[in-house]
């Protein structure tokens, strides 16, 4: 899986996740990954090595500081 932030649509930057059945296949296309942007600016994706678990920065829009956000799913197939 690939995981990145980007402000595709415009707006405040979001993140998104592509996925491929196997390593030498080519990416799908990205899907925003639910519950973030939405009035936050949200950044620097870290994806754990078993894909599981997903840690990024959020800063609210009108805020000064970033926060760690952290989401887990049980499986790889499994929505965020």
Same mark, same amino acid.
């Given at each position: 899986?690939?995981?990145?932030? &980007? *402000?595709?649509?415009g707006?405040?930057?979001? +993140?998104y996740?592509?996925?491929?059945d196997?390593?030498?296949?080519?990416?799908? @296309?990205?899907e925003?990954?639910a519950?973030?942007?939405?009035?936050?600016?949200? &950044? *620097?994706?870290w994806?754990?090595?078993?894909? +599981?678990?997903?840690?990024?920065l959020s800063?609210?829009?009108?805020?000064?500081a @970033?926060?760690?956000m952290?989401?887990?799913?049980?499986?790889?197939?499994?929505?965020?």
């Amino acid at each position: 899986a690939l995981v990145f932030a &980007s *402000q595709r649509e415009g707006g405040t930057p979001r +993140l998104y996740h592509a996925r491929r059945d196997a390593l030498d296949a080519a990416f799908g @296309s990205p899907e925003p990954i639910a519950g973030t942007g939405g009035g936050a600016n949200d &950044s *620097q994706p870290w994806l754990s090595s078993d894909g +599981l678990h997903l840690l990024y920065l959020s800063n609210p829009v009108g805020k000064s500081a @970033s926060r760690v956000m952290s989401v887990r799913r049980e499986r790889r197939d499994a929505a965020w």
